[in-house]
């Protein structure tokens, strides 16, 4: 069987994805759900880039390897890759607040646990 | 039990949704037709050799602005969140024996260190050439700092030099696109300056000003975050 690059990255996201949304559901320590978040922004990540790859495409920089002429055949799509660009700073910027979170959680009760965090239950 | 039929349903129905997507997937053969017009027409009308930047910075560069503020709101989330707890655990914190690591690694931090602060520089200032831009250049400064931090647990950075550099450099990114409204052909337009020889460290225009402006700001911002991180230890 002769699996293309961009399903297998495909569906390595899609798995990632699924694993983190599972990690941060079931997970009560809330490092870990943190964790499972990052899982899920990797993976849809991937799945962006996939989805904007071309069939033998290469990276769209135009240098020696890649002639402006022929560009247009050659390149995968840059508009996916930019996106992902954003996405990612925007993923790593909302991870440190979480974390911030979880230090001032941790300080207030002295347990990461997300049982203990009772106040908003219901 | 109920509970954990739920997340078993949750993550059934989401692989479902997904589910279309990865079994009618098929390699698309061609660009679309937006992309189609940045790579065709992308190079001449910006000088960015790199698509992805002429992208990043210019096509959609009201976004980059928009992830600039996003990144500078979430620095300044976790500055009050963790510079609050600083205040409240005083000078209490001074008192425990300083564990530093050993001189060998102090003294390679000290030869690494403007090395790792060069190669940042070197890929924001590439970011219209090479992989690479203002924000892969920022983390690679700030890992810079990581280091340092792990060879020197009790350095502290100079927050106002900090504070300022970034102020500014954010002030000046903006400026950028202002000119770039009042010279060129709208906001963040890079063409107000010359774009020079195609694939040069000079050319594009503005982009390079701007990679620059992103870099040290994403540099200064990171920086910050992580000595938030850090000093919040030592109690």
């Known amino acids: 069987m002769d699996l293309p690059v961009s399903t297998i990255t495909l569906s390595a996201g899609l798995a990632l994805l699924l694993i983190g949304m599972w990690g941060m559901l079931t997970q009560k320590n809330i490092i870990r759900m943190i964790i499972g978040f990052s899982l899920i922004d990797t993976g849809v990540h991937m799945i962006m880039v996939s989805i904007g790859y071309l069939s033998g495409g290469t990276a769209p920089i135009i240098n020696a390897a890649v002639d402006r002429a022929t560009a247009l055949q050659t390149v995968v799509d840059p508009v996916p890759s930019a996106l992902v660009l954003t996405a990612i700073v925007i993923g790593l910027g909302i991870t440190a607040v979480m974390l911030a979170f979880a230090v001032q959680i941790h300080d207030k009760k002295k347990s990461l646990s997300i049982e203990d965090c009772t106040e908003s239950k219901w | ?235």
């Open chain 2, 1 to 235: 039990m109920i509970k954990r039929l739920f997340i078993f349903l949750v993550l059934f129905l989401f692989a479902a949704m997904f589910y279309d997507l990865a079994d009618n997937y098929q390699e698309s053969t061609e660009l679309s037709s937006l992309a189609t017009r940045y790579v065709d027409k992308g190079p001449d009308e910006l000088g960015a050799a790199n698509l992805v930047t002429s992208v990043v910075v210019t096509y959609r560069g009201l976004d980059t602005l928009g992830e600039v503020t996003v990144l500078f709101l979430s620095a300044a989330v976790v500055g009050l969140l963790l510079g609050l707890m600083e205040k409240q655990a005083g000078n209490q914190s001074q008192k425990q024996d300083k564990t530093e690591s050993s001189e060998l690694v102090q003294t390679t931090v000290q030869y690494l260190l403007p090395i790792i602060f060069l190669l940042g520089a070197y890929i924001f200032l590439n970011g219209h050439l090479t992989p690479g831009g203002g924000f892969q250049g920022g983390a690679v400064i700030a890992s810079g700092i990581v280091l340092l931090f792990l060879a020197l647990p009790y350095a502290r950075l100079r927050h106002a030099l900090l504070s300022v550099l970034e102020s500014l450099s954010g002030f000046a990114y903006v400026l950028v696109g202002i000119f770039g409204l009042v010279l060129a052909g709208g906001f963040l337009d890079n063409r107000f300056l010359p774009l020079g020889t195609y694939g040069e460290l000079l050319s594009a225009g503005a982009i390079p000003l701007i990679y620059i402006f992103i870099g040290l700001k994403v540099g200064t911002e990171l920086s910050v975050v992580l000595e938030h991180f850090k000093s919040d230890q030592q109690d």
